[in-house]
């Protein structure tokens, strides 16, 4: 018998999910406090390279009241832990060059996985997770948190009530003046930002992508097909700054889409989220802006619109992490989200095909840029290669 495609893969229900962590960094640290205030989960195991990462990590456990965890230290630890028999789900949050290995691995081992952005960096990475999820029937869900953003949420339901009409162009950003951090993360040599400076492409391409794709329904109601993508260097070649990238992608149903990525200019931080139908428009960053049969609505105006339109079921979640007073209210429906299909047996609001279209821009922007901005197909990971 032929399995379900992984994104309406069901899993057994798991009424209390025992996660083991790896990569205990500035991020790691940040979801392990976040944890605290979701219900119906355990941290069981702790794992980084460094010994000092782990220890600190269990200190938060201690002082946030909860049981301390397992830990493990040094460059087999991430083996070690997706090993475990106690735990369901493998939460990673290293540097992006190990994700792909360490989802492969967790699955392999019987595990859910739960990644940070982006799943992988490469094309063939990509396939290796998505065939491996598939033979495993495990979930590996990217934990893209721009998805859970209240006007994103908001843009849904809307859409959903055929309020915008046929949508016929999206846009999306990822601006983001990353200076300030270059040397902070840094090992040996180039540290992250400053890789992500030198990729070519864009780099970090889901923030962008992944509330879009939503609104479009990829591999549900429409794909990605083709783009064409370029990198200025006005600065000079071999200069860190202002490699910023625009991409344009066209899908089957024919929509296009604007994706930018900028990470070194003075440029304001910008998280474009541009909807574009026949019948409505709507637009985040820098100000809100709605268009309805209703008629044109900005700033608080419009933001009091799509707040009355958050009933999606992050949505509500959105709002009741805000009642909370929760210290994001975006993470808090994603992690709530993801909790709540493992405990219900669901599939996931993000599945492994989304996590593979929207990483997989990373290579493929850089190799038409590389190109003089050729047109690039996208693969359908669907389909088995
Ligand atoms: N969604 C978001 O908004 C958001 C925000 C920040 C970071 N992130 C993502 O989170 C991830 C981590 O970023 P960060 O800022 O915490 O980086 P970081 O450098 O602060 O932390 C990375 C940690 O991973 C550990 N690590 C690296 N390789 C390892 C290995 N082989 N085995 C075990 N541990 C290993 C390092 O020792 C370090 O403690 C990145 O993928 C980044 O893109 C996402």
Excluded at 2 to 12: D, E, F, G, N, V
Excluded at 139 to 160: I, Q, R, V
Excluded at 241 to 257: A, C, D, F, K, P
Excluded at 347 to 362: F, K, N, Q, R, T
Aim: hydrophobic residues 35%; aromatic residues 8%; glycine residues 8%.
């Amino acid at each position: 018998m032929k399995s379900a495609p992984a994104y309406l893969l069901r899993c057994k229900p798991l009424p209390v999910v025992r996660i083991g962590m790896i990569g205990l960094g500035q991020r790691g640290v940040k979801t392990l406090e976040r944890y605290a205030d979701i219900p119906g989960t355990e941290i069981r195991a702790l794992a980084d390279l460094s010994e000092k990462a782990v220890e600190n990590a269990n200190q938060q456990l201690a002082l946030s009241g909860r049981n301390v965890a397992r830990t493990y230290a040094g460059p087999d630890a991430w083996r070690e832990i997706c090993q475990q028999e106690d735990l369901d789900l493998i939460y990673i949050c290293t540097d992006w060059q190990w994700h792909a290995d360490m989802a492969v691995e967790a699955m392999n081992n019987g595990k859910h996985v739960a990644v940070e952005v982006p799943l992988a960096t490469t094309v063939e990475d990509c396939w290796r997770v998505v065939e491996t999820a598939e033979r495993t029937q495990r979930h590996c869900f990217m934990t893209e948190n721009c998805c859970y953003d209240w006007f994103h949420l908001a843009t849904l339901s809307l859409a959903e009530t055929g309020a915008l009409g046929v949508i016929t162009h999206c846009e999306g950003a990822y601006i983001h003046d990353w200076r300030d951090l270059f040397h902070e993360t840094q090992k040996e040599g180039l540290g992250f930002y400053e890789q992500s400076c030198h990729q070519g492409g864009n780099p970090y391409p889901t923030h962008a992508i992944g509330p879009i794709a939503q609104v479009l329904g990829f591999h549900r109601h429409d794909r990605m097909k083709t783009l064409v993508s370029m990198t200025g260097n006005a600065a000079g070649k071999e200069s860190l700054l202002g490699h910023g990238n625009s991409t344009l992608i066209t899908t089957e149903n024919g929509v296009t889409i604007l994706l930018q990525f900028d990470g070194t200019t003075p440029r304001p931080y910008s998280r474009l989220q541009t909807t574009c139908g026949t019948e409505g428009f709507v637009q985040k960053y820098p100000l809100a802006v709605v268009q309805t049969s209703e008629g044109l609505r900005e700033g608080e105006h419009a933001e009091l619109f799509m707040k009355r339109h958050l009933s999606t079921l992050g949505g509500k979640l959105w709002k009741e992490g805000h009642t909370l007073g929760v210290v994001n209210e975006m993470n808090y429906a994603m992690d709530r989200r993801l909790i709540y299909c493992l405990q219900k047996g669901l599939p996931m609001d993000i599945d492994v095909y989304d996590a593979a279209e929207w990483s997989c821009l990373s290579e493929l922007t850089r190799r038409s840029a590389e190109a003089g901005g050729q047109p690039v197909e996208i693969p359908d990971f669907t389909i088995s290669r």
